[in-house]
């Protein structure tokens, strides 16, 4: 299987790209049906964006000590940190598409310059978060294919210096959207 992988990373980075916008999107637009989902009491759905914004601001800490770790080329501890970085992404992407899946996307309480400013902030956010599954992936498939050593004969270094800023912004401005919508009450609006 690896072997396969190694050889069609393009391709499964497509399939693998495909399959998750569909769920996001799926779960966005509530077309996934609630009965396919295992039931959660209201106070856990609650509780899942408080959970992701720290999950959000962790992976933000850990994809910053793996940009550092490779410029320091330690390449084991880089593995490990975006590794690390991954789980968390899923983590939080599962969680995320629960609660929507289940409740619908949050509304922004405010009106005026505020919402086009939470507007303009959760667009970039989305478009980043979008165009980065696509690359995260790409880099993964590599990483997990190849040894280390022959990681720097790949893609894999330029397309994860592009990759890497975008995730970071990416989780950065999606900590913004959940400080806008949950720590600011409604009445600052």
């Known amino acids: 299987m690896q072997q ?4 069609n990373v393009p391709a499964v980075t497509a399939v693998l790209s495909i399959v998750s916008l569909a769920l996001v999107f799926g779960a ?3 077309l996934i049906p609630k009965s396919l989902l295992p039931a959660a009491p209201d106070w856990l759905v609650s509780a899942i964006p408080h959970v992701n914004a720290v999950i959000s601001v962790v992976a933000v800490v850990v994809i910053l000590a793996g ?4 410029k320091q080329d330690r390449w084991d501890r880089h593995r490990k940190l975006m590794g690390t970085g991954v789980v968390l992404f899923v983590i939080f992407l599962a969680l995320y598409l629960y609660k929507v899946a289940l409740k619908g996307p949050n509304t922004f ?4 310059v505020a919402e ?6 959760l667009a970039i956010h989305m478009i980043l978060a979008i165009a980065c599954i696509p690359l995260l992936y790409y880099v993964l ?14 893609v894999h270094p330029k397309i994860g210096r592009i990759a890497a800023p975008l995730w970071l912004i990416s ?3 999606g900590t913004v959207v959940y400080v806008m919508l949950y720590l600011v009450p409604a009445s600052a609006y």
Do not use: C, D
């Open 171 to 173: 989780f950065v401005l």
């Open 116 to 121: 086009l400013a939470y507007l303009a902030i």
């Open 67 to 70: 940009l550092r770790a490779i």
């Open 28 to 30: 966005a637009r509530q």
């Open 109 to 112: 309480p405010g009106s005026g």
């Open 4 to 7: 396969m992988v190694k050889r």
């Open 141 to 154: 498939l590599l990483a997990v294919t190849r040894p280390m050593s022959e990681l720097s004969e790949t």
